[in-house]
């Protein structure tokens, strides 16, 4: 069974502190993917990653920075919390076929309170 | 650039009721169109796709036919349960090669007893 993982379910924590938010999954895609989910935003992304030590800007990328340097794992990094960044991040892979970006598969989510 | 608009919601019915959530896209070249569910407290899931055109998707009683001439891929289910009570998104990836899927806004799905 395909599996996408996420560090924490929930994390709480304080203006100004960094954070690491972590993903595996065990399928030997290529592409992972970061998004957050605000009530009536839907899902924007905020950075992806096509291959190990690669990486693009998504939608929102200010205030976040991402590592993968290992195929399976996609770390996004909240270099200094701030309080408009309390959401849902959501982590997502997926395989690149000839005719397009295959199915995602998504972890379960990080619900992070930033005080 | 692509996009995708799917209804508002929520869409509220009652237990047995017949559902039809819309969705309509724009995108060059022929993209893959897919439907994922979230429930409450998870993560996106696939529930359906289709890759080409007059493909018809179907999972867990829910089916929906990639429509090119109209640019839709409506979403359909005979009978709702409460436990079909989700978020449900439209999404596409073009055939171009593009790393990066579009996903519609969601339409949350209230089902009553």
């Known amino acids: 069974d395909v599996k996408v993982t996420q560090s924490s379910r929930y994390l709480v924590k304080r203006t100004g502190e960094k954070v690491f938010l972590e993903c595996v999954q065990d399928?030997?895609?290529?592409?992972m993917f970061w998004y957050r989910q605000d009530p009536g935003l839907g899902l924007r992304l905020i950075y992806f990653?096509?291959?190990?030590?690669?990486?693009e800007k998504g939608d929102i990328p200010e205030g976040y920075s991402v590592s993968r340097e290992k195929k399976e794992r996609f770390s996004l990094i909240l270099e200094s919390a701030s309080t408009n960044q309390t959401s849902m991040y959501l982590c997502?892979?997926?395989?690149?076929?000839?005719?397009?970006?295959?199915?995602?598969?998504f972890g379960p989510g990080t619900r992070l309170t930033v005080l | 650039g692509d996009s995708v608009t799917q209804m508002e919601g929520p869409v509220t019915l009652s237990e047995e009721a017949f559902l039809t959530i819309n969705c309509t896209y724009t995108?060059?070249?022929?993209?893959?169109l897919f439907w994922y569910v979230q429930y409450p407290g998870e993560g996106l899931q696939l529930l359906l796709k289709?890759?080409?055109?007059?493909d018809k998707g179907s999972n867990k009683g829910f089916e929906a036919t990639y429509r090119k001439e109209t640019t839709s891929f409506h979403l359909e289910k005979g009978s709702v349960q409460v436990s079909d009570s989700a978020v449900y998104f439209c999404?596409?990836?073009?055939?171009?090669?593009?790393?990066?899927?579009?996903f519609g806004r969601g339409t949350s799905l209230i089902v009553h007893p």
């Open positions: 289709a890759t080409k055109a007059d």
């Open positions: 997502a892979s997926s395989f690149l076929t000839s005719g397009g970006l295959d199915t995602q598969y």
């Open positions: 990653s096509y291959d190990v030590k690669m990486k």
């Open positions: 399928m030997d895609h290529e592409n």
């Open positions: 995108a060059t070249g022929y993209p893959s």
């Open positions: 999404a596409l990836t073009s055939s171009g090669g593009s790393y990066i899927p579009t």
